[in-house]
């Protein structure tokens, strides 16, 4: 079973900066991607990042391109977001995805989530 262990989140002011990171354990085939999305209260959950493992190419929503940095170390099963610039509206649980593929799903890929972490960006 994969686990997916989110930390970094907290209490900014606008304007400010946080980092966040999420760790992958368990047996894993392989790993396709590993994202961030995030649930504002009242709203869906939304893409915010994304990278491809093999390869590294990344992908960032419109609303957080240009604040956001995705970067990941291989090594330790790890992605981070690093946000700058937060605004009142980045408020949200961030959750950690994964795309992997493992004996418990015969190899095919399944979707993967954390628990999550709260960000609140005060104005």
């Known amino acids: 079973q994969v686990q997916l262990v989110e930390s970094g989140g907290g209490l900014v002011q606008a304007g400010g900066s946080l980092k966040l990171s999420c760790t992958a354990s368990?047996?894993?085939?392989?790993?396709?991607?590993m994202g961030w999305y995030r649930q504002a209260p009242g709203k869906g959950r939304e893409f915010v990042a994304d990278i491809l493992w093999n390869g590294g190419t990344l992908s960032y929503a419109d609303s957080v391109k240009g604040r956001a940095t995705m970067t990941r170390a291989d090594a330790k099963n790890t992605v981070y977001l690093q946000m700058n610039n937060l605004k009142p509206e980045d408020t949200a649980v961030y959750y950690c995805n994964a795309r992997a593929s493992t004996p418990e799903t015969s190899g095919s890929l399944a979707p993967y989530w954390g628990q999550g972490t709260q960000v609140t960006v005060s104005s």
């Open positions: 368990g047996r894993m085939y392989s790993v396709n991607d």
